[in-house]
């Protein structure tokens, strides 16, 4: 068991994207922390890691497959585009 989700972020429009990412950890249940130069997403799954993206950088967040939880992560991360740019890549 495990699979991963590799990706590089930069986000240019940090302000507009935590916002977004504040509405959707409440609509998921997800628990969000905020930092300067980061956000925290945490599905309080044991399997699946926390889902840390940089503001720019490169993160991953081991799924293991775990539905809805990997899927909602792709989403999540290909959501950056629209305030910068993301790579994207699983294992």
């Keep these: 068991m495990g699979h991963t989700l590799y990706y590089t972020t930069v986000v240019r429009k940090w302000k507009a994207f935590v916002s977004l990412m504040e509405?959707?950890?409440t609509g998921l249940g997800y628990g969000l922390e905020v930092f300067d130069?980061?956000?925290?997403?945490?599905?309080g799954h044991?399997?699946?890691e926390p889902l840390r993206i940089e503001r720019e950088g490169p993160g991953?967040?081991?799924t293991n497959l775990i539905e809805p939880h990997h899927s909602i992560y792709?989403?999540?991360l290909h959501s950056v585009s629209a305030f910068?740019?993301?790579e994207l890549w699983e294992d």
């Design 74 to 76: 792709i989403l999540i």
């Design 23 to 25: 509405r959707v950890s």
């Design 46 to 48: 044991p399997l699946v």
């Design 37 to 43: 130069n980061a956000l925290v997403l945490n599905p």
């Design 60 to 62: 991953f967040a081991k």
């Design 84 to 86: 910068g740019s993301v």
